[in-house]
């Protein structure tokens, strides 16, 4: 399979998010990136690094404002000599409070959700080219028979058009279905990552070419909390359009592969020109945040069933943090969907 990266991807690597009360680990590290990367060039498949010549691309999904304020804000934090080495908002508005503000730390909460979206030097060039990976992705991909891997890292799933959320700032997935949606007409994007593709959702919430639909931990249990229950399905020319399947904790392989299932009778129903494949392996058993129990024959069997759907497709990373057994996780499913092995 064609694999599409770029080495600008590892410059984002804060160590730690403030969650629970006390600064844990941060999940997106950059060793993500070289973990995709040591396996995709372990097992052969082609690897291309993504030119970096499509911000336009961006800023078809994003305001130009908040792709501005992300290009920018690490300049302006530097300005302040009292402030620490990460930029990490401490304030944002309500649902009462409606007004923008310029001053670096007002505006810094106006475009964030929460404080688990640190930013440092690198984030820009990391999340432009995470970004300029699905894009670049979604320009090979031509038929069914050529599927293309998009190996994102920084994720973008709960990225809205002008707010990052949880250690996402660009939406790559909604970027690529914008840029497969200009030549196949129609995109549906499937999001398997354990947590609700809330931002994807709202980008394409009222949008009558794109379907999607996403396989979850039920948001009443976990973030991303405020979006991801079952009958929010769309409004206007997108009502029907939008398909939660949230599920239990430690949801199984035969509970997850029965949702993929109704998500996949979705899609061909819709019958889209194209597909975009949101995959995250932190559904995984040993995933670190223990919410799924999925294991690599999970991901394989999901990998065969998708590939079965017949549509030109563009796998985008998503979540999966670290563990030993990530990468297995990753070569599972590439390999099963790749080959579709019985
Ligand atoms: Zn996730």
Known sequence: MLVIHHPDQALHDPEEVFRTGKFIAQPDRAERYSIFLDIV???????????????????????????????????????????????IPNVHPTHRMFRKPTELLGELGWYSNSTSCPITEGTWPAIFASAQVAIHGAERVTSPDKPVYAMCRPPGHHAYPDLMSGVCFLNNAAIAAEELAKRFGTVAVIDFDVHHCNGTQFIFWTRPDVLVTSIHVDPRLSAPYYAGHADEIGEGMGKGLNLNLPLPWATDDRAWLGALD????????????????????????????????????????????????????????EGGYLSPSLGGYLRSFLAAFDRMLA
Request: hydrophobic share 45%.
């Open 41 to 87: 060039t372990q097992d052969g498949h082609e690897v291309a690094t993504a030119p970096l010549n499509r911000p336009e691309a961006i800023v078809a999904v994003h305001d130009p404002a908040y792709v501005e304020f992300l290009k920018t804000v690490y300049a302006r934090w530097k300005e302040q000599p009292e402030y620490g080495p990460v930029a």
């Open 262 to 317: 109704i998500a996949i009778a979705r899609i061909r129903q819709f019958a889209p020109g194209a597909l975009v494949v949101s995959q995250g392996f932190d559904a995984a058993e040993n995933d670190p945040c223990k919410t799924f129990v999925i294991t690599e024959a999970g991901f394989a069997e999901a990998g065969r069933r998708l590939r079965a759907l017949g549509y030109p497709t563009l796998l985008v990373q």
